[in-house]
């Protein structure tokens, strides 16, 4: 896939127009060859891609959420976000769309409107925060995970699947913990430090990651 | 019936009240899924809940019966029929319910781009909506063709079957999780049907034939029950193992309380259903 189509796809869970993000990343890859000067040794592509990826993030942080999003979405997903961490603690389980409409007043299509809006919400804020300091691209997860470098050794011994072995370590992780281990997502959450929403969403994303990369493999091979 | 009304998505439920929102539900995750910009996907929201509140209030007054929902895309168009086979449109003097009927056609009239009613005394009533897709925003589709018609619904149950087209598999995950949300399941069975939603629109998309896939949805208590089928024998067997990932065994499995191949005879041979279940935890 070519670079700017692949960057582009990062964000395709984030409910913007794919065509919208590819023209984004189009551009920045065009900018990106006008500024580039080859005198300089580097590889093209470690220039391009924290190019690509600061103009796709330059793009979020002007279009996306803030514009898109009405704001009284904005605040009802603020809301929901909240009743679902206090409901939490109280209950000690993730609570139920019901539960959360009546907390809230709302009603159960509100209630799963403001969860759509709060995990794209949740996709655009942290990932589009992951350029490693060298420029090259990165995942949240890898800077999260590297408290346990010995985890995947431990995990997965050296059968670890090649198509798993491209996902982040972190989403590897909340994978093997969902999966393999058979916990909760609120299980993860605590385990991991994040939100179950956040688990929620990683899961969503990686399942449908590892089905094209499967598929890909099938044709490839 | 002619080629150009040919439904890419076509959804049956029972004339209940708390129908409306999964309808209403389901055709935005398609709307959206056509790139409709947001303020016309509120329009198509509204004029779908005024046409299917047509159908419980005065298409079934006092009783229930079913709400046929299609939803055909041509080139640049989306088109919506609410058909019901109820009392009809009936010429008597207006009653208070009939002026809300009115200013409820009125509304969809005024928000669509062009409406249709045909209904006769008796003889149920049809809405014909259709919205611009390029009011506001683009709409890339392909055309579809005629799908086939869906026997009467159960209580708390929707019908829906689906053409292959990353369109129309984006109304699925919207239908499953009202009915999760509906039967009181936990935001982590809500993020499984997400996943189970994924994964039949995926199938729909990939899928080698022109065939439409038909779900079933029913919700009980504390239970949805997800019912993929008529299947030509093995591709139910097919669709389960096309969820064993690598490293993970299979998730399909995982994340559902039941999965599992039923076989039956039809006049057409046998057959056989993927049958999913998701339980509260």
Avoid: C
Avoid at chain 1, 124 to 150: F, Y
Avoid at chain 2, 107 to 115: N, P, Q, T
Wanted: charged share 30%; hydrophobic share 40%; proline share 5%.
């Amino acid at each position: 896939m070519p670079l700017a189509r692949r960057l582009a796809s990062r964000y395709r869970h984030t409910g913007e127009p794919m065509d919208d993000l590819i023209q984004v990343a189009n551009m920045a890859l065009v900018k990106a060859i006008d500024r580039f000067d080859p005198e300089r040794k580097t590889a093209f592509s470690s220039f391009a891609v924290p190019t690509i990826l600061g103009e796709l993030k330059r793009y979020f942080r002007d279009h996306s959420w803030s514009v898109h999003v009405p704001r009284e979405l904005q605040e009802r997903a603020a809301k929901v976000n909240k009743a679902i961490e206090a409901l939490s603690k109280q209950t000690g389980r993730s609570p139920s769309v019901k539960e959360i409409a009546t907390k809230l007043d709302l009603d159960l299509e509100q209630v799963l409107e403001a969860l759509e809006a709060a995990q794209a919400f949740d996709a655009t804020s942290l990932e589009a925060e992951r350029t490693g300091a060298d420029g090259s691209p990165m995942r949240l997860g890898d800077t999260v995970g590297e408290e346990e470098p010995g985890f995947e050794l431990v995990e997965y011994g050296a059968s670890i699947d090649p198509v798993l072995a491209k996902m982040p370590i972190r989403t590897r992780r909340i994978l093997h913990l969902r999966f393999v281990e058979d916990m909760t997502q609120a299980q993860i959450a605590k385990e991991v430090g994040v939100s179950q929403m956040h688990v929620s969403r990683i899961i969503r994303e990686a399942l449908t990651d590892l089905r094209e990369a499967v598929a890909d493999t099938e044709i490839d091979g | 019936m002619s080629e150009k009304t040919a439904p890419a998505i076509q959804m049956t439920v029972l004339s209940s009240p708390e129908n409306i929102a999964v309808v209403r539900h389901g055709l935005a995750g398609l709307a959206e899924g056509l790139g409709a910009a947001p303020d016309l996907v509120d329009d198509i929201k509204t004029a779908v809940s005024e046409a299917v509140t047509n159908a419980v209030v005065h298409g079934y007054p006092g009783s229930v019966g079913p709400i046929d929902v299609e939803a055909s895309v041509t080139e640049r168009r989306l088109e919506i029929v609410v058909r019901d086979q109820g009392a009809g449109i009936q010429p008597r003097p207006l009653s208070d319910e009939q002026t809300s009927l009115r200013v409820g056609l009125a509304l969809i009239g005024a928000l669509s781009d062009e409406f249709v009613v045909r209904g006769e005394d008796g003889g149920g009533t049809e809405l014909r909506i259709s919205f611009d897709l390029d009011r506001g925003e683009r709409g890339e589709v392909e055309q579809q063709e005629h799908l086939s018609a869906q026997s009467m619904p159960g209580e708390n149950e929707a019908r829906i079957a689906i053409r292959r087209a990353a369109a129309s598999g984006a109304a699925i995950p919207k239908v499953l999780e009202m009915f999760v949300a509906r039967a009181d399941l936990s935001i982590e069975r809500l993020s499984d049907a997400h996943v189970i939603g994924d994964f039949l629109s995926n199938w729909t998309s990939q899928a080698v034939d022109s065939k439409p896939l038909n779900v079933a949805i029913t919700d009980g208590e504390g239970k949805v029950e997800i019912r993929i089928g008529p299947l030509e024998p093995g591709v139910g067997t097919r669709m389960l193992e096309s969820n064993a990932l690598p490293g993970l065994g299979n998730t399909l499995e995982r994340i559902t309380d039941r999965a599992e191949i039923t076989r039956t005879d039809t006049d057409a041979g046998p057959a056989e259903y993927l049958v999913l279940e998701l339980r509260s935890d």
